[in-house]
């Protein structure tokens, strides 16, 4: 199933009219037209992230064929509640987490596993990961599990976290975008902080 036919079915399975969604997300009807025709080479990722909020489908889903569907109107079975965290922060995970005393001001969000000693959320900061992981998208770290070729990792580089696919080849690490824009690097004096278990976008 191709893009223009992910976006035919978010819509038709929607029952929302072409003419308001093209509305809401601030296109005209005639590009919504040309989506599902597959008559536009490029979709703005941010316009594909407002779709998807509009038909309740996953992002992910939409924009890549990878994973289900979903459709968002059904409660998610929300298991545990975990910190969210800056990049900062995830760049000293465990004595973040283990600072956060009873009372601390900070916002805890939902997931889907039940949490360990130190999982956190973060959210995807740049452009790195774009079509699939937008700006503001949340991401649930686990950094408690050990890693594997094709996960999604937090590493860590000097001070600074980094959000990347790290993947195994000729024996050699690397952590690569998935935005073709930016380089693949090897994982060399990084290391993985964490492993993301689970992401979720949130319109308000």
């Known amino acids: 199933m191709g893009l223009k036919d992910r976006i035919r079915e978010a819509i ?42 509009i038909a309740k489908v996953n992002p992910v889903w939409l924009a890549t064929g990878k994973g289900e569907a979903q459709n968002f109107t059904q409660a998610p079975d929300v298991r545990d509640y975990v910190p969210l965290i800056s990049m900062v922060q995830a760049g000293a995970f465990c004595e973040a987490m283990d600072n956060l005393a009873v009372g601390d001001s900070v916002e805890m969000v939902p997931a889907m596993y039940p949490k360990k000693r130190h999982t956190f959320a973060l959210e995807v900061q740049g452009d790195s990961m774009l079509p699939t992981f937008p700006p ?9 599990m050990e890693y594997r070729s094709g996960d999604f990792v937090i590493a860590k580089n000097g ?14 690490w690397y952590l690569k975008p998935l935005n073709a824009q930016f380089p693949t690097l090897p994982l060399a004096d990084a290391h993985v902080i964490g492993v993301v278990r689970n992401a979720v976008i949130t319109f308000r």
Not at 136 to 144: A, T
Not at 159 to 172: E, L, M, R, S
């Open 136 to 144: 503001g998208m949340r991401l649930i770290v686990e950094p408690d």
């Open 12 to 53: 038709d399975s929607s029952g929302i009219r072409k003419s308001h969604i093209a509305k809401e997300i601030g296109i005209s009807p005639s590009a919504i037209t040309q989506w599902i025709n597959g008559e536009t080479k490029k979709i703005d990722s941010n316009n594909l992230v407002r779709l998807a909020g």
């Open 159 to 172: 001070g600074d976290a980094t959000f990347k696919q790290i993947v195994k080849d000729g024996g050699v």
